[in-house]
């Protein structure tokens, strides 16, 4: 009888310990998993809240970055009215302020492509200029919001000129890579490498406005007048920004 208390006790206890073994180890794996699957919903929370974060600097960046670049804008604008401005234009000339965003060259000579066109009030002939005087181009083709612009060194432009500083006049025209050359200068009219030439305002042209410095003479004794040429003043200024020149009257 002893013998058979001590079997079911000891049997019984060895279930017991069994069954509470086998159900602490399921509870504990339960509660394991529970914990991984709060730190995974913890961590991909933060990182959330980090690209949230990121994307925050992020728009925070750009709009600093334009509002830089509007501040850098005007202040360009703000330079260059100013000094065009300087320029003295008088009240016979209506002025309008574009900008170029195009360029192409054929067999014609370069053209530029200009945000204003007839909606502007911009014509076939208008003079571009640079808001430091210096004569870029004319007005060719005319479309309603933009308009092309021929060089100064294309061939079918002509303009009368002087030398600065002296009643020295000519004909300027186009020459492509040669520059500019210029025509009707007697072999006694003293002019030289380095004088920079101007419009005359002869024509319906401004007058005064930079066509550029002679970097060529020579006197041929055979030709009735001398050969000359131009170094163009546009060869070393910023073509962004532009004035149109038109006649007020």
Known sequence: MLLV??????TKGMIGSLI??????????????????????????????????????????????????????FREENEFLKKALGLGLTSEFIVIEGGVFGSNFSQQGY????????????????IVISETGVFIGQIGKIFKTYSEVGLVTNPDFKV??????SDISAMARGGLSEGIYLDFVNHDDDIKE?????????DLVPPALILGTVNYVEADPVSLFKKVKLKPAIDGINLGRVLVIKSSR
């Open 5 to 10: 208390f001590f079997n079911f006790y000891f």
């Open 194 to 202: 380095g004088d920079v030439i101007v419009t005359n305002g002869s």
């Open 111 to 126: 053209r530029m492509l200009l945000n204003r066109g007839s909606a502007e009030n911009v014509s076939t002939g208008d």
């Open 20 to 73: 509470m073994g086998t159900v602490k180890r399921p509870a504990n794996f339960a509660v394991a998993e529970l914990s991984d699957v709060r730190l995974f919903f913890s961590e991909l929370v933060y990182f959330k809240n980090l690209i949230s974060h990121n994307i925050e600097l992020k728009n925070q960046n750009t709009e600093l970055t334009y509002q830089l670049a509007r501040h850098e804008d």
């Open 160 to 165: 009368t000129v002087k030398v600065l500083g």
